[in-house]
């Protein structure tokens, strides 16, 4: 049995090792980013990026939120949501209040602003609009 096995593991290598021996690298297309992009992404995933690297939020819309029975919560702002995250670029979103109220408390650079799903805030202004 353990020679059969070694046998197929020895066929296993050396397929793959032909198929590596085809494959040319300089025949692949980008995917999606440039070198540089890609370095600022892992940099920023490191938390070694610059903070002028973080995109400057001015206006905050929110689309909405759902507030899960198991307590975990996913906001939706600027079209982006927090699942993985409770930032979205420089927009802190304070989980502990999300749906107190129906509202989604954020702040953005010190600012603080409470907002109901289809509100935007804008940063320069302080003031809360609804939607179209």
Known sequence: MRVKLLVAGII???????SQAEYD????????TNKNQRSQIDATRSGNGSP????????????????????KSVVWLNNKNTL???????VQVHKKTIGKNKEVTIS???KTARLKPGESW????GKTTDTD
């Open 84 to 90: 993985d995250s409770s930032r979205i670029g420089d």
């Open 52 to 71: 002028a690297a973080l995109q400057q939020t001015n206006q905050v819309n929110l689309s909405g939120y759902v507030t899960r029975s198991d307590g």
């Open 122 to 125: 804008s940063k320069e202004t």
């Open 12 to 18: 296993c290598l050396f397929i793959s090792a032909t």
């Open 25 to 32: 690298a300089s025949n692949l297309k980008k995917l999606f």
């Open 108 to 110: 953005v650079d010190g």
